[in-house]
């Protein structure tokens, strides 16, 4: 069975960070790209960054040079670093693991960015 667990979302204040980690039961994980998304109220899902099996990275430009994504392959986990958090950034994050027709999906931590 395969299992993607977000966690380490909440409430910070804008300007400050938050590291969400992603752990993966169930899939080679080492195989994988990984990737963040994000959904915000009413709004499509998105993409925030990605990284493939070899770790190269693309990330939307609305969170260029503010977060940073990282793969543990030993502990089958992908970090989110989000730093200089915008209340925009509000958004539920989920993580996405994909090989070939393999698409699997974490169920999602909110995040709130508010004073």
């Known amino acids: 069975q395969v299992q993607l667990v977000e966690s380490g979302g909440g409430l910070v204040q804008p300007g400050g960070s938050l590291r969400l980690p992603c752990v993966a039961s169930g899939i080679i994980y080492r195989r994988y790209e990984m990737g963040w998304y994000r959904q915000a109220p009413g709004k499509q899902r998105e993409m925030v960054a990605t990284?493939?099996?070899?770790?190269?990275?693309m990330y939307a430009d609305f969170v260029k040079d503010r977060f940073a994504i990282s793969r543990d392959n030993a502990k089958n986990t992908v970090y989110l670093q989000m730093n200089s958090l915008k209340p925009e950034d509000t958004a539920v994050y989920y993580c996405n693991a994909r090989f070939f027709r393999d698409d699997f999906w974490g169920q999602g931590t909110q995040v709130t960015v508010s004073s």
């Open positions: 990284i493939t099996s070899s770790s190269n990275t």
